[in-house]
C-alpha cells in the first residue's frame, strides 16, 4: 500500500523556520514526484512545492519561493521542505503528495495523498 506519512508541523513565529518531512512508502521512490499542498482557513488547496525523483525539477509556488527549499533523500524515501521567515499567511494545512508525473501532480492532482500536518504562525 502506498503511504505517505507528514511530520514537521507546529505552532511557529512570523519570521521563524519549519522544516516538514514525508516519508514515501509502496511505490519506487525514485519514479515519482513528491511534494505539498497546503490549504488556508477557508481557501482552497495550492501546489506549495514538489520534487520530481526522477530528474531533480523543483517547483515552487510564487507564495513560497524564495524561503523555501525541497529536498529528497532517497536513502530515505523522505522529502523534506525547509520554510523560512514563516509569515502568518502560511497558516495551513500541508499534505504530502505523490504522482509519477511531475505535471499531472501540478495539473490535475495528485494520485497519492498522505494525512495533513497543521502549520500555524503567529503574528
Known amino acids: 500500500d502506498v503511504q505517505l506519512q507528514a511530520s514537521g508541523g507546529g505552532l511557529v513565529q512570523a519570521g521563524g523556520s519549519l522544516r516538514l518531512s514525508c516519508a514515501a512508502s509502496?511505490?519506487?521512490?525514485?519514479?515519482?514526484?513528491i511534494g505539498w499542498f497546503r490549504q488556508a482557513p477557508g481557501k482552497g488547496r495550492e501546489a506549495a512545492s514538489c520534487?520530481?525523483?526522477?530528474?531533480?525539477?523543483?517547483y515552487y509556488a510564487d507564495s513560497v519561493r524564495g524561503r523555501s527549499t525541497i529536498s529528497s533523500d532517497n536513502a530515505k524515501n523522505t522529502v523534506y521542505l525547509q520554510v523560512n521567515n514563516l509569515k502568518p499567511e502560511d497558516t495551513a494545512v500541508y499534505y504530502c503528495?505523490?504522482?509519477?508525473?511531475?505535471?499531472?501532480?501540478?495539473?490535475?492532482?495528485?494520485?497519492?495523498w498522505g494525512q495533513g500536518t497543521l502549520v500555524t504562525v503567529s503574528s
Open positions: 503528495a505523490a504522482d509519477v508525473l511531475l505535471h499531472r501532480f501540478l495539473q490535475q492532482g495528485p494520485d497519492y
Open positions: 520534487i520530481s525523483n526522477a530528474d531533480g525539477t523543483t
Open positions: 509502496g511505490f519506487i521512490f525514485d519514479d515519482y514526484t
